[in-house]
Each structure stands twice: as structure tokens, then as C-alpha cells.
């Protein structure tokens, strides 16, 4: 990925970015200051981008984080570098990414786009191989317990596969 303050290219690895997606109002979602690495903006100017088509992002693309929602979001990700932060950051679900599409121009923002969307489809197939699997209360626990921890989620799925194989 281009990276504008830098001029410099990085590449984001899918165990990376499904560190990102966080679930918060039962959805899934991307905090803005993670898009706007991702997609090599600083955070202001991604959200001025986003802010000058507005009309684009409805509240089930983009909502405002309550101070609880973030100091929760804070607590679970300690090493975070998001300190400083006057406002409360967007969460911008699946749609809202969909819609940065259309908003941020060029190759890279409609690649990292696709790369993100594809992740999404990706978890949410996950999560209905869970359904079919697991009882829903088993379910809860497990998305409780592993909430953005990739080795636990890697866990899952080994035992998602394990359980198919014996049904």
C-alpha cells in the first residue's frame, strides 16, 4: 500500500487487518483512524474526504463511537496508538467500506477496498460455519473470549473443522 506521509508502499497482511475489525453494536467494524492507515491517509484528511460526501454514509455505514464504546475499544487494544484523539473516532461498517469506494480515488483505495470487503464475506462465512456447528450460546462465548485475537480465532476454526469432520 502507498502510504502518503512517507512515500513509501506497505503491505498489510490479512492476520492485520482482521486485527482491525472490531465488533461494537453487534456489527462489524473498522475504526477510522485504522482505514485511514490502511489506506494511506492521515486520519483528518480521510475523514474530510468522507466528510465532504457525507451523504453517502447513512448510519449503517458510519456511526460516532460513544466515550464508553471507546474507552472499551481503548481497553482492549492497551498498545494502541490512537492516544491524543480530541474527537471520538467513526466506525465504519461493511457497507461504509463499500461506500469509501466510491469517496477515495485510485487503484490503491479500490484494492484495499476489495481486500477489506473480501475479509468481511470471509468472517461472515465463518460465522455461519459457526452457526451450523455450535449452539448460538457456545457462539456468544467464543466471539466474547476472542474479540480480536487472531491465535484464539485460528483455535475456532481448528475446532469448527474438527467438529465437521466428526457430524
Do not use: H
Not at 451523504?55 to 455505514?61: C, G, H, K, N, P
Not at 496508538?81 to 479500490?110: N, Q
Not at 476472542?146 to 474438527?162: G, P, S
Amino acid at each position: 500500500m502507498y502510504n502518503m506521509k512517507t512515500n513509501e508502499l506497505s503491505i498489510y497482511d490479512e492476520d492485520y487487518l482482521k486485527s482491525k475489525i472490531y465488533i461494537i453494536r453487534g456489527v462489524q467494524v473498522m475504526i477510522d483512524a485504522d482505514l485511514a492507515e490502511i489506506y494511506g491517509y492521515e486520519t483528518r484528511y480521510f475523514n474530510r474526504q468522507v466528510n465532504n460526501n457525507i451523504e453517502r454514509f447513512d448510519l449503517d455505514a458510519r456511526f460516532q463511537l460513544t466515550k464508553e464504546e471507546y474507552q472499551n475499544l481503548m481497553c482492549k487494544n492497551f498498545t494502541s496508538s490512537w492516544g491524543g484523539t480530541r474527537k471520538l473516532p467513526y466506525a465504519f461498517t461493511e457497507l461504509g467500506i463499500y461506500m469509501l469506494m466510491t469517496v477515495l480515488k485510485g487503484e490503491l483505495a479500490v484494492n484495499q477496498s476489495k481486500k477489506l470487503i473480501r475479509l468481511f464475506k470471509q468472517m461472515k462465512d465463518f460465522i455461519v460455519q459457526l452457526q451450523n456447528v455450535l449452539p448460538e450460546s457456545e457462539i456468544k462465548m467464543l466471539a466474547i473470549q476472542t474479540q480480536n485475537n487472531t491465535e484464539d480465532i485460528r483455535q475456532i476454526k481448528q475446532r469448527v473443522d474438527d467438529l465437521t469432520v466428526v457430524v
